[in-house]
């Protein structure tokens, strides 16, 4: 009798095999794509042959934190397994960071591209890149220039593995929670000039292995924005504890107590969480970006199996059923793709002073939709492509409970769901309701569908009633991706766009449920029919192909 042994899934180039991403590059970014082709071909390949060994190891060893020696001696040190250096290193030497802030044509899209391909076999090593780029932010856009920022700048920016640099962002304190003005207890003692001495305990601490962090402090009663040097100051920062986090244990958090470490005030006294917030804007969209790379590493997997998995005779790709449920998780990540590819464009014409006033208030009112709407449904397609893999899929060994946990966080990180919708409310009464008129004129230049401009001004009656905050933030993302599905399905011909579109003007619900099914199972089986390999240049039978 010979043993059966189900062949598992594998994934080959992830750039090759998501023609969804090449196809909306190619309407973002037009003719500048064909300049970065090659990279992102080989990035595709690099991150799934070898990346994903070390992106294992990181799962399997987290840091471990050494408190004292056998002699009692107070060593307070972070031990992380090599493949987090290498982490280190591959985002260097993939300009991770630095593309962001180079001359190129479209320096957010190509930055952002990477970011999607490495965040799934990063080790979550795309937390710190998220603060890193925040603080690169902060420092270019908004703080006073100097020589010391600007060194800070060089290297959290630079190419040079040996050179690089990360950033943390210490802000939550043992209070907790997003009212970060109330919350800071942390004080901060003048020495001389702009330097001070800050004593105070920091509950959560991301990232706590980096090179620098923006901390915030009161002054005589303020709250004030500082930035540490962690290196120079180890001897005045004590780790009392590593978190036991449910999901992202590859990544150092931990609880950390200022005990007069010197910090440079580089906000005006009394603007901290004002400061702050610009690097929190660049994180929240890096979550989105995480988010979304989640799902379509689970839509990957549950795509490639679906041809390798026979059952009742057949693979279960050619089951009506599990091609439409192939089909939603399809959908659902190019929705949320468009959402931040669409951001990405945004911020590149904010980040050069080349936006309109409607462009600018966009992305700021789209930045916490985003985040919240793509955290949100990542829960959702991840849990489902877990699903697609039946019992093996629950195994640890299998990969998917780490993805499924890692991706639980992406609804809380930077905000909570009701946090950001509160966010997207001040925005819109800070602009005097503008930011809505403006998104109107945005989706004007997506869309010639009236009926979504309609939409925008039927949910605007929610703005009076509190309890609907939440339903106004999500309408409001479900509206901008069916504009964006327009935009695109006109200039790519796709079938799959178009069917996509049709689903989330007509289905699509702040819930993920109940479905019409009649037109559910028309685009589902339109979709199979069109693309019996699931997604234009994707084969099962090609390689290389990794062998999860």
Not at 81 to 93: A, G, I, K, N
Not at 442 to 454: F, G, N, P, R
Request: aromatic share 10%; with cysteine.
């Amino acid at each position: 009798m010979v043993d059966f042994f189900q062949e598992g899934p594998r994934l080959g180039n992830q750039y090759l095999e998501d023609s969804a991403l090449r196809s909306y590059l190619k309407v973002f970014m037009g003719t500048d794509l064909s300049s970065h082709e090659a990279d992102f071909k080989r990035f595709g390949l690099r991150v799934v042959d070898e990346l994903i060994p070390h992106h294992r190891m990181c799962e399997r060893y987290p840091p471990e934190f050494e408190e004292y020696s056998a002699w009692g001696e107070r060593i307070n040190k972070i031990h992380t397994h090599p493949s987090w250096t290498y982490m280190h290193r591959v985002s260097s030497q993939e300009n991770l960071i630095g593309l962001g802030y180079s001359d190129l044509k479209n320096p957010r899209l190509v930055q952002f591209t990477k970011l999607y391909l490495f965040n799934p076999s990063s080790g979550l090593y795309m937390c710190p890149l998220a603060m890193t780029d925040g603080a690169a932010y902060l420092i270019k856009h908004f703080l006073n220039k100097n020589q010391e920022t600007d060194e800070v700048f060089r290297r959290l920016t630079s190419n040079n593995p040996d050179d690089f640099w990360t950033s943390g962002q210490w802000m939550t304190e043992k209070h907790g929670g997003s009212d970060v003005s109330s919350a800071t207890k942390t004080i901060a003692i003048h020495i001389s000039g702009d330097e001070y001495k800050l004593y105070g305990y920091k509950w959560f601490t991301s990232a706590t292995t980096a090179d620098v962090t923006f901390t915030l402090a009161r002054v005589d009663g303020k709250v004030s924005l500082f930035l540490v040097k962690i290196p120079e100051n180890l001897t005045k920062l004590k780790v009392v504890r590593l978190k036991d986090k449910m999901g992202t244990r590859q990544l150092p958090t931990s609880e950390i107590i200022l005990e007069g470490c010197v910090g440079k005030l580089v906000s005006p006294v009394g603007q901290g969480v004002k400061f702050i917030s610009n690097l929190m804007n660049i994180t929240r969209l890096y979550n989105t970006l995480s988010a979304v790379s989640s799902m379509r590493r689970a839509t990957a997997i549950a795509r490639d199996y679906s041809f390798r998995r026979n059952a009742f005779g057949k693979s279960i790709i050619e089951h009506p059923l599990h091609s439409m449920t192939l089909f939603l998780m399809e959908i659902k990540t190019r929705g949320c793709l468009l959402l931040a590819l669409y951001a990405g464009s945004l911020l590149e014409k904010v980040e050069r002073k080349t936006s309109t006033d409607w462009e600018s208030l966009t992305l700021r009112i789209l930045t916490p939709i985003a985040k919240l709407y793509t955290g949100k449904l990542s829960s959702e397609v991840v849990k489902e492509g877990m699903e697609c893999l039946g019992g093996v899929g629950y195994m640890e060994n299998s990969g998917f409970p780490n993805l499924l946990r890692d991706t639980e966080v992406y609804s809380i990180w930077e905000g909570t769901t009701n946090i950001l919708s509160l966010d997207m409310i001040r925005v819109i009464q800070k602009s005097q309701d503008f930011s809505l008129t403006f998104l109107k004129t945005a989706l004007q230049t997506l869309s010639s569908d009236i009926t979504l401009q309609k939409r925008i001004e039927n949910v605007s009656s929610l703005l009076t009633n509190q309890h609907l905050h939440r339903k106004l933030a999500f309408e409001l993302g479900h509206i901008i991706i069916s504009g964006l599905f327009d935009m695109v399905s006109k200039k790519t011909l796709s079938k799959i766009d178009e069917q996509g579109g049709k689903y989330w003007k007509k289905v699509f619900n702040e819930d993920f449920t109940s479905p019409p099914l009649p037109l559910i199972k028309e685009l589902a089986e339109n979709y199979y029919e069109n693309h019996p390999t699931g997604y234009g240049d994707y084969n099962p039978d090609r390689s290389p192909r990794y062998k999860l």
